[in-house]
């Protein structure tokens, strides 16, 4: 047997080997699986907007005649992958988080990898949240800097390590998500940006998970406590809440133009399809009051769905932590037979023990069916 039958076996053994699971559609808040309608809870669909069928008609009768109506840029944005839509978005994106000047990257992957690999080399140095996501740990890898990752918003850890590391380099970045992409908890940003200021530090925060639907402008958590101004670099996705496709980095104009002539990933690489970048522009400039009222809506849902489960958390992803792979997927599957779809989070994804059910709240799901998804899992958990 070659090396890598033997580790996909290793995986299988652990229960950690992933599969592409087989979904034939989706609609709003449902899936089709097997022929099955499923409740969605493992989607960052979360407005339920991407398959909006009054809005994609919309978007396509008012669009389908103009010229950007393509499905491809066929270049890099510094070759001819761009025209006036891609900079009007950009220009939108700056002014929704308040500032000078933005970035469009075809994922957020792709942005976290380009703007961390390209900001920081040898001589600086970066602090980041123990679980920050691979794109933000790959980009640290790929710059060549030390980096130290504090445990996870333990801020006395971070600035224990700010203290013990800070002076040994000359640039420092100090990096977090907002909302935790698998906890679901919030980072305190006040204090980061106490001890960025502290130890002249740049902050990066990740909004992926918090652009569309927290804060007055949807423009995440740091709109959300007035800190759009305090943090140095925002990056956040399209492709989650706002139901399109595509990511940026929002900061002042040294940073972006930096960046432009930097980033690899963003230099190197096609640009998004002029119809994606139209759809973006189309939700923000004519949309916003649509996408605004299906935050509004999913915010109540998230107060009721923890006031239900009395956990404290304030955020549309609720982790079930189960400990063990084999009880984890046991339980999905028992949930996947009562028609919620709910998917297992194992290690690599999240630390070593600590497999979960990521049940993902969106803007159409009720809360009566939020109650009985959790009592079923109650319920499992009891029984297991
Ligand atoms: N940042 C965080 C916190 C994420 O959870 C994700 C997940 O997808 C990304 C970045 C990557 O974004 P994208 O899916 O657009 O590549």
Known sequence: MNFYDN??????EKDSFRYIPDIEEKYGKYLLVDEKKMLNLSSND??????????????????KDSNEFIFSSA????????S????????????????????????????????VSSLVNRDDVIFSDKLNHASIIDGMKLSGCDFYRYRHLDYNHLEEMLIKHRQNYKKAIIISESVFSMDGDTADINKL????????????IDEAHAFGIFGSNLAGVSDKENNLEKVDIITATWGKAFASMGAFCVSNKTIINYLTNKADSFIFSTALPSVNVMWSNFLLEEKFNRVKEKSIKLNRLIKEAHGYINDGGKT???????????????IAQQLRSMGYFVLPVRPPTVPVNTSRLRLSLSADITIEEFKTVSDTVKKALNEI
């Open 84 to 115: 006036r839509i891609y900079k009007r978005l950009e220009e939108n994106t700056a002014k929704l988080f308040n500032k000078e000047a933005c970035l469009l990257f075809n994922t957020g992957y792709q942005c976290n990898l380009g703007v």
């Open 46 to 63: 979360y407005l339920n907007l991407s398959t909006d069928k009054e809005l994609i008609d919309e978007f396509i009768n008012k669009n």
């Open 75 to 82: 270049s890099a944005r510094l070759l001819t992958g761009t």
């Open 316 to 330: 549309q992803i609720i982790p079930i932590i189960i400990g063990d792979n084999h009880k984890t997927v046991k």
């Open 193 to 204: 940006i106490e001890l960025k200021n502290k130890y002249d530090c740049l902050l990066m």
């Open 7 to 12: 580790e996909i076996n290793k995986l299988k």
